[in-house]
């Protein structure tokens, strides 16, 4: 048995030999009960005020009767399974695929199509697009924020992108930050831990008069690297930042303001591997820290007309700076969006807006990587409409569509239509049909980028050389290509919610996906010219040099994908809290009949786990103690090449609550293994195995 | 070694824990059974004007104010009680009955009746408890707030004056300084 097997194996029978003696564990029970209904009446003031209420009942009301896969990490999810990242984070949800690529790149992504520049997902914070034109993606290790302030994290799986627009494909994740009235006063944290090497934060808020509230916070973290498997030493990966913030919210009766900004700077450390050299060639790794740093304000303006009318107008500015080997960047976007929630009748609510973004890089070139335009704009106004009908008391139905203009290519239409049909409290049946474009990246349009691996292949003399088959060292370059279309996707979802007790409920999709148009990366020759430059170079420096040879951007890879997931949550006894969810998923690609990629169908079918299964535990014991589990397993990825064997993650969560003021933490994540593998590779830098970490923290509130 | 004591701690302290305290409580009652019995503790601490009573032994009247069904979820927890020799009495109420109420709750969602409310509890002698921001501001006399996860209320003891009530000095220490 491999060791992960022995250790889940032990695990299952001490817990059979555990649940086998309850006749001691009730004997040792000395808790008090938890306030009933009845009795919560009885408590005093005092204790009423130190009762927890999340407010997810609340939102779980409306999440219960929504028409798409939603799933809601909430701000407490966050504190009790001790992770310290918003990737991380993203674990808990049922149909979110995440994998660490090193000790600050993760690949994330819904319903398949994973990689670090994972393209189909849309994430936002706090209304600010995160998604990166530049690659199409997310870098994860640039989006956090003061994690006790985050209220919830809203992972909407499939095609969002009626309401979102485009690159919402399979998935939108909101990332929502607390009110600033709901953060007032004093918080100091931090921790140590092997691999955690220092982490601290600080917030303050208060409130100028009944109407204004303000916060602001300031963190850092310090992260030792994880374990380079291929080096088979300690990794360069190693991670820093610091990062400050504040929000402002204006309560005026009917009109709100939010106010909010972020800055910071850091260093992302990787074993870069790239080309530095044609002549020779020559494949270079050497550690590099990437130094990134940015910053961002937003506004927020909404205004209620009336019981039936409100509109919200923001506005955002962001930088981001990012100092890294292969295509060093600085970005400034610019947005405006526009929304009005209008229900003109019992039956009929307006639900409108616009957009339009505004986004320049400037990027600067290294020998293995460069953009044909290296300042490009990438721009779009988008404008969306969506018509809420109910038809009876029950069912309601949804249809609306985004239209934008992009500067890529032009005019897509992206419409959907959906129902919800509620009978009673119990049950929530719902359906939709979507389109979804994701749109082309300026990497899609403009990249040359050396992908890192060196091929021996005859090459023939192109005229007016004489035909003749030498053997060189052919470089692969990725080209991006004008001409490149977005990829499109169409969606056929079915949900249902079932909630038998109060206390038990269960969240089943299933949906059918097709694209076409997918990237594929198409083989060419060298071109006439490259060759005459190599045989130039030849008879200049006596080395026969290396010939870039071409993968073309294109899109002509065409599928399906299926799958479904589930979550459940089960609140046994007021103290103790299970969650399940589970995940199957499949793909089936095809090249076009004039496609020759030969890799692409395989890497992008093989990076995505067929099935994921998460279960969690927090339980509050006597003594004012937290006990917290999670166990998730993710199947393993069949990459060519690149092997990624199945795992168990195991992450635990001790605290205790001397006082109210006072929480004090003990943390182990990835306790089953001394370390695993997540990702298999990457072309650019080398992946690393994902380390077991504890660590200690204790958090002040005043 | 080391993985094995790890789980077997971790593993032993679930399972025993969860066995020790299944059955010992009930259902989570949520954020509005939190807010009913505050509602109700509010009642023993709030001294009337004579004119907000019919009579010297009529009930103490809670309306809730929007959705009906937020009264059955409040009278769940307030049940049969009685509060100051009064029985305290759960119902829900429109604008237009809101008058002969002692107690009336605005939940966010009927926000939009928290004038009328303030405007009718300044004559009834109502005491007014709100959850959306700027209550107090309009002139509410009592509004709940949330902090980590927990409930706070502030008071804006002006207001309650204005309509004729006084307000415990247990209750105002209690209360969140609004700020002001």
């Known amino acids: 048995m491999r060791p992960v097997l022995r250790a889940t194996a032990h695990v299952l029978v001490t817990a059979a030999a555990l649940a086998a003696a309850p006749a001691f564990a009730v004997e040792a029970s000395g808790s008090d009960p938890a306030p009933s209904t009845a009795s919560l009446a009885d408590m005093d003031l005092e204790s009423l005020m130190n009762v927890d209420v999340t407010s997810v009942s609340k939102r779980e009301g409306k999440l219960a009767t929504s028409p798409a896969a939603v799933y809601v990490i909430t701000g407490e999810d966050i504190r009790r399974s001790g992770v310290r990242s918003i990737p991380e984070a993203l674990r808990m949800a049922p149909g979110v695929e995440v994998a660490q690529i090193d000790a600050n790149k993760w690949a994330v992504t819904i319903r398949g199509f994973n990689e670090e520049f994972a393209n189909k997902l849309l994430v936002l914070m706090d209304g600010r697009s995160v998604y990166t034109p530049l690659f199409g993606g997310v870098y994860w290790d640039v989006q956090d924020t003061m994690l006790e302030d985050v209220d919830r994290i809203e992972v909407i799986r499939g095609p969002g992108a009626t309401l979102w627009g485009a690159n919402a494909v399979n998935g939108v994740i909101n990332i929502i930050t607390k009110k600033a009235k709901d953060t007032q006063g004093l918080l100091v944290s931090g921790g140590y831990g092997n691999e955690e090497r220092g982490f601290g934060a600080g917030r303050y808020g208060f409130a100028v008069n009944d109407n204004i509230h303000v916060r602001a916070y300031v963190k850092g973290f310090n992260r030792d690297a994880f374990w380079d498997g291929q080096r088979n030493e300690q990794g360069a990966d190693e991670w820093n930042q610091v990062r400050s913030g504040f929000r402002a919210d204006l309560d005026a009766g009917k009109s709100h303001a939010t106010v909010q900004g972020d800055i910071y700077g850091g260093e992302s450390g990787a074993n870069v591997h790239a080309i530095t050299n044609l002549a020779p060639v020559t494949l270079r790794e050497f550690d590099q820290d990437a130094s990134v740093k940015g910053g961002n304000v937003i506004t927020r303006f909404n205004h209620e007309f009336s019981e039936t009318s409100s509109a919200q107008l923001q506005l955002y500015y962001d930088r981001t700076n990012r100092d890294d080997y292969f295509t060093p960047e600085i970005r400034d976007t610019f947005d405006v969006d526009f929304q009005h929630d209008w229900t003109i009748s019992d039956w009929y609510r307006l639900l409108w807006g616009t957009d339009y973004r505004y986004s320049k890089g400037r990027t600067s070139s290294s020998f293995a990587s460069s953009l044909v335009d290296p300042d490009r704009v990438s721009q779009f106004v988008a404008g969306f409409l969506n018509n809420e009908f109910t038809i009876t008391d029950g069912l309601k139905l949804y249809l609306g569509s985004m239209a934008e203009y992009n500067s890529y290519t032009g005019f897509e239409l992206q419409p959907s239509g959906r129902f919800a049909w509620t009978p009673n409290e119990h049950h929530t049946v719902w359906g939709a049909v979507s389109r979804a474009v994701r749109t082309p990246s300026q990497a899609d349009d403009d990249v040359r980028v050396f992908v890192g691996t060196v091929v021996t292949q005859p090459v023939t003399l192109p005229p007016p050389y004489p035909p003749l088959t030498v053997n060189v060292q052919a470089v692969p370059e990725a080209v991006g290509q004008r001409n490149f279309k977005s990829e499109n996707e169409a969606a056929y979802e079915l949900g249902y919610r079932f909630f038998p007790t109060p206390t038990l409920s269960f969240d089943l999709t299933a949906y059918y996906n097709t694209y076409d148009d997918l990237r594929s990366t198409e083989p060419g020759s060298p071109t006439a010219q490259t060759i005459q430059n190599a045989i130039a170079t030849f008879f200049s420096t006596g080395i026969v040099p290396g010939i870039p040879t071409p993968l073309y951007l294109e899109n002509r890879i065409d599928g399906h994908t299926y799958g479904t997931e589930l979550a459940a949550a089960w609140q046994v006894t007021k103290p103790w809290k299970l969650g399940l969810t589970y995940t199957f998923f499949r793909m089936h690609l095809e090249n076009d009949k004039d496609s020759a990629d030969p890799a692409s169908v395989q890497v992008i079918e093989k990076s995505s786990p067929t099935n994921m299964i998460g279960l969690t535990s927090y339980l509050d014991l006597p003594y004012h103690l937290e006990l917290d589990h999670s166990l998730k397993y993710t199947d393993n990825l069949r990459v060519p090449n690149a092997h990624v064997p199945s795992y168990f993650r195991l992450d635990t969560r001790l605290a205790w609550h001397p006082t109210e003021t006072l929480e004090l933490a003990l943390v182990g994540l990835n306790l089953l293994d001394h370390r695993h593998e997540e990702w298999g590779s990457s072309y650019l830098y080398a992946t690393s195995r994902v380390q077991r970490s504890y660590y200690a923290q204790a958090t002040w509130r005043w | ?180």
């Open chain 2, 1 to 180: 070694m080391e993985r094995k004591g790890l789980l077997s701690i971790a593993v032993a302290g679930l399972a025993a824990g969860g066995l020790l305290l299944a059955g010992a409580a009930r259902a989570d009652e949520g954020e509005l059974g939190v807010k009913a019995a505050f509602l109700y503790n509010f009642t023993k601490f709030v001294e009337w004007p004579s004119k907000a009573f019919p009579s010297a032994d009529a009930p103490i009247t809670l309306c809730t104010m929007g959705d009906p069904s937020v009264a059955g979820e409040v009278q769940k927890v307030v049940a049969d009680r009685s509060a100051q020799n009064r029985a305290v009495k759960v119902r829900a109420a429109t604008d237009a009955d809101v008058h002969s109420c002692q107690v009336v709750y605005v939940p966010d969602a009927a926000g939009a009746s928290a004038p009328a409310v303030i405007a009718a509890a300044k004559t009834s002698g109502a005491l007014t408890v709100g959850e959306s921001s700027g209550f107090l501001a309009q002139g509410g006399m009592i509004v709940f707030t949330k902090q980590d996860n927990k409930l706070r209320f502030e008071i804006n003891e002006g207001a309650a004056k204005g309509a004729g009530l006084k307000i415990s000095s247990k209750l105002l220490s209690l209360a969140k300084s609004s700020g002001g």
